[in-house]
């Protein structure tokens, strides 16, 4: 009887330990996490920035619009003496490994140039081609219907295509109706 008590006093003493530091690493991970979001968050928005400048040459980016359903932004950009360049927008679209935000640059009405900001979870090799400037230079003063897909890609494809079409019709909307959104 002895040996059974004993035998179960162990496990209960293990199971106790197990526990402490399920909840030591628990609490080591959520503080460090709570430090350093603020941070990530500053380096994200600094990224997302110099993204925006390197498709448009703006001195000034002013967001106009947040458009919820879309989960897309509209900026418009300026350049030092503060005239107006053309519109940023951010969009996103389920790709295959996750959701894939893009940036696109619009320009008296056309696709001026077009940036993967996030490329989620794509498959390393396949889907990750997206962000290559062979696939992204398609998007450029041409029509859907003459970008490529590229091969063994193709929803991570789509998922671009998709979000550059939204991208142009948000544009559309705002162009022609500023209120709408």
């Known amino acids: 009887m002895s040996r059974i008590k004993q035998h179960g006093k162990a496990i209960l003493s293990s199971a106790l330990c197990l526990c402490i530091v399920c909840l030591v690493v628990t609490i080591a991970v959520a503080g460090t996490h709570y430090l350093t979001n603020e941070q990530i968050l500053a380096q994200q928005q600094k990224s997302f920035e110099a993204s925006m400048r390197r498709l448009l040459p703006g001195d ?3 967001q106009m619009y947040i458009y919820e359903e879309e989960n897309a932004s509209i900026y418009r950009a300026y350049d030092r003496e503060g005239l107006f360049i053309g519109y940023l927008i951010s969009t996103q679209s389920m790709g295959y490994g996750g959701f894939i935000q ?7 009405e056309k696709v001026y140039a077009v940036e993967i ?12 081609q997206i962000t290559q400037d062979a696939f992204l230079e398609q998007f450029i003063q041409k029509k859907e219907s003459e970008v490529q897909a590229i091969t063994g890609a193709t929803i991570s494809s789509n998922a671009v295509i998709e979000a550059v079409n939204t991208a142009m019709d948000l544009y559309f909307t705002v162009r022609d109706d500023p209120d709408s959104l």
């Open 60 to 62: 000034r980016f002013e």
């Open 102 to 108: 893009v940036l696109t640059a619009i320009v008296d």
């Open 117 to 128: 900001v996030d490329i989620g979870h794509e498959t390393p090799g396949l889907g990750t």
